[in-house]
């Protein structure tokens, strides 16, 4: 094929995808303690809201945790921590924090960058949750079971936030529109949030 082809071929594939090329920015998260914790039953007992926020980030130990908690692959056999209708994995989980919004790869327990942008703005319909440092957005197509699926993961994480520590709370009130428009998606797949955080008197 003559040069002037392959280039010809190439511009027009780029200027038809113009992310082709794009490298796509991956942020890896530490293994996950997975044994551990306190007690199951105190920390049933234990579960609940929050509507006080420190500021302080998330380490990066602890958000794998969260993450790990809500979906992760908990062990050989693909087996996720919460139940999966089919094994279906048809949930998302996006992290919006300061440093961007980023999609949680439960296969390779990391995340990657959707938007180098903080755009946790679109939560703050209620003035507890300005700063939260972790926002989680959970998504999926409407006619699935992914909103059981939300509903499992956003519980296994207010599990470990009550053994952790951490203050959660779990909102259906902010922007969809919005975060519908961040990721690209219908905001019919925007499902729940959950905002994460250390207490207050941590600052
Ligand atoms: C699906 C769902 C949506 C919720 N949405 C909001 C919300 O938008 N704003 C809010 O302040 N709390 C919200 N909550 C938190 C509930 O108000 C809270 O769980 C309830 O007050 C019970 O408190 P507890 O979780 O401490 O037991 C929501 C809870 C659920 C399960």
């Given at each position: 094929?003559?040069?002037?082809?392959?280039?010809?071929?190439?511009?027009l594939?780029?200027?038809?995808?113009?992310?082709?090329?794009?490298?796509?920015?991956?942020y890896?998260?530490?293994?996950?303690?997975?044994?551990?914790?306190?007690?199951?039953?105190?920390?049933?007992?234990?579960?609940?809201?929050?509507?006080?926020?420190?500021?302080?980030?998330?380490?990066?130990?602890?958000?794998s945790?969260?993450?790990?908690?809500?979906?992760?692959?908990?062990?050989?056999?693909?087996?996720?921590?919460?139940?999966?209708?089919?094994?279906?994995?048809?949930?998302?989980?996006?992290?919006?924090?300061?440093?961007?919004?980023?999609?949680?790869?439960?296969?390779?327990?990391?995340?990657?960058?959707?938007?180098?942008?903080?755009?946790?703005?679109?939560?703050?319909?209620?003035?507890?949750?300005?700063?939260?440092?972790?926002?989680?957005?959970?998504?999926?197509?409407?006619?699935?079971?992914?909103?059981?699926?939300?509903g499992?993961?956003?519980?296994?994480?207010?599990?470990?936030?009550?053994?952790?520590?951490?203050?959660?709370?779990?909102?259906?009130?902010?922007?969809?529109?919005?975060?519908?428009?961040?990721?690209?998606?219908?905001?019919?797949?925007?499902i729940?949030?959950?905002?994460?955080?250390?207490?207050?008197?941590?600052?």
């Open positions: 094929m003559k040069p002037f082809l392959y280039i010809a071929i190439f511009t594939f780029t200027s038809f995808f113009p992310y082709a090329n794009a490298q796509v920015v991956t890896p998260l530490p293994d996950p303690a997975i044994s551990g914790g306190r007690p199951l039953m105190d920390v049933i007992s234990e579960r609940h809201s929050s509507r006080t926020f420190s500021s302080n980030p998330i380490d990066d130990q602890t958000l945790e969260v993450l790990y908690a809500a979906y992760g692959v908990s062990h050989d056999q693909g087996k996720r921590t919460i139940p999966m209708a089919k094994g279906q994995n048809t949930m998302n989980i996006y992290v919006f924090r300061n440093d961007g919004v980023w999609l949680y790869n439960p296969l390779q327990q990391n995340l990657s960058q959707v938007s180098p942008n903080d755009m946790r703005s679109i939560f703050n319909t209620q003035d507890y949750v300005y700063n939260v440092p972790v926002q989680l957005l959970y998504t999926g197509p409407n006619n699935s079971y992914s909103l059981m699926e939300a499992s993961a956003y519980q296994n994480v207010g599990l470990y936030a009550a053994s952790r520590g951490l203050n959660n709370i779990v909102r259906a009130y902010f922007d969809k529109k919005q975060a519908a428009q961040i990721l690209n998606i219908n905001e019919d797949e925007v729940i949030s959950q905002a994460i955080g250390w207490p207050q008197w941590q600052d």
